[in-house]
């Protein structure tokens, strides 16, 4: 059993944490936690030991009834692999840390590229990562644009894409995120995500824009890819239906002339993964609209929607595999993974 720790137990770890906890070749050895806050009873329930981000909180949990089971350089010791799900930016300066304790460590899409050496993406890349000390796991974005894309360069071949990410302003526990009322463009452009995909896609043409939107329920891709040869819709669909962790889903359904409304936005389709029982009502999967793709000579648009807190659970344990040397090739981890989470 690879023994794995968590350090950083918000919205990614503790569901990375659950996803170790269900495989048969990996065990969560610990979670880091700064402060005794809520999400530490999540952490209790699931009987991890708790370990204090540093000597001085220790006090502070103790104070709450917690009992730590050290520092997070003793889980570092103690553990194979580290999976760094701190805030952005902030992870990377564990690095150091990381190597001390001889310790592999998966980091996530709030850290750079460049810093980190080998981003990751399960259908794209795997290879890249097998053996590796350090790798990172591409953002929700990036995930979601790469396992749709995929298929279709190596079906297709693309010329370009270019593709508007409409970014939920934060998940639904952050209540200080914004905009409330409004809508913010990202001016950067091309926005980062373009670049990001080219981690884990590395010939891929594409450009991105964003902006930000008042919700936090999933981010909706609006996306136009030229192609080398003329797309066919039902060809495209059905290379999707043979995507793992791609679901099609009908916005609307036909009764003879009427159009009745099923899954025409975000909302619908978190209530239905909630009514399908998916662990914490979380859509681990890229939802495409089936009836929101098109071909028009050599284009193809279509829309997908994110699951932005859990597309890349199911990656970082793909990554934990390919790392660690428990299997090579990268459709049987992503069938093994899939298995144990009750992806469809
Ligand atoms: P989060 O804020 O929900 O969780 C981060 C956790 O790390 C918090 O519990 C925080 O208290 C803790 N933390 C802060 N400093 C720490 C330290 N020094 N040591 C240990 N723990 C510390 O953040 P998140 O959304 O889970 O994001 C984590 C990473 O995953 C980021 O790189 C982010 O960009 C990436 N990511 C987030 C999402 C998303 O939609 N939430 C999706 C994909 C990737």
Redesign the pocket.
């Known amino acids: 059993m690879i023994k794995v720790g968590i350090?950083?137990?918000?919205?990614?770890?503790k569901r990375v944490a659950e996803a170790v906890t269900l495989q048969d070749d990996m065990t969560v050895v610990g979670v880091?936690k700064?402060?005794p806050t809520y999400?530490v009873q999540g952490a209790l329930s699931s009987d991890y030991a708790i370990f204090a981000?540093t000597s001085e909180k220790i006090p502070f949990f103790e104070k709450q009834g917690i009992e730590v089971s050290g520092v997070?350089e003793d889980l570092v010791s103690m553990s194979d692999i580290i999976i760094d799900?701190?805030?952005?930016k902030?992870?990377v300066n564990n690095m150091e840390m990381y190597k001390n304790g001889n310790t592999k460590a998966i980091w996530?899409?709030?850290?750079k590229h460049a810093p980190i050496g080998v981003s990751f993406n399960a259908l794209t890349n795997y290879n890249d990562s097998i053996g590796k000390d350090f790798v990172r796991v591409v953002?929700?974005n990036t995930t979601g644009l790469a396992r749709t894309l995929h298929p279709i360069s190596q079906n297709y071949g693309i010329d370009n894409v270019q593709a508007v990410m409409v970014r939920r302003s934060g998940?639904p526990k952050d209540s200080d995120r914004g905009p409330l009322n409004s809508i913010e463009p990202v001016l950067n452009v091309p926005s980062h995500h373009g670049p990001d995909v080219q981690t884990v896609i590395s010939d891929l043409n594409i450009q991105t824009m964003a902006v930000k939107v008042p919700t936090t329920i999933m981010h909706v891709h609006c996306i136009i890819a030229k192609l080398n040869k003329k797309p066919n819709v039902k060809d495209v669909l059905s290379l999707w239906e043979a995507t793992p962790r791609v679901n099609l889903l009908d916005g609307f359904l036909k009764n003879g002339e009427t159009e009745i409304r099923n899954l025409p936005g975000t909302a619908e389709i978190m209530e239905l993964a909630r009514d399908l029982s998916y662990r914490r009502g979380d859509l681990n999967q890229i939802a495409v609209w089936r009836d929101g793709v098109h071909a028009l000579d050599d284009k193809l648009y279509y829309y997908q929607a994110i699951h932005?807190?859990s597309d890349?659970v199911p990656e970082n344990i793909d990554a934990i595999r390919a790392m660690l040397n428990l299997e090579s090739n990268n459709m049987r981890s992503i069938q093994k993974t899939n298995k144990a989470l009750g992806i469809t």
């Open positions: 350090n950083g137990f918000g919205t990614i770890g880091v700064t402060k999400e981000s997070t799900c701190t805030p952005g902030l992870g996530q899409g709030g850290e953002s929700c998940d932005q807190e890349v």
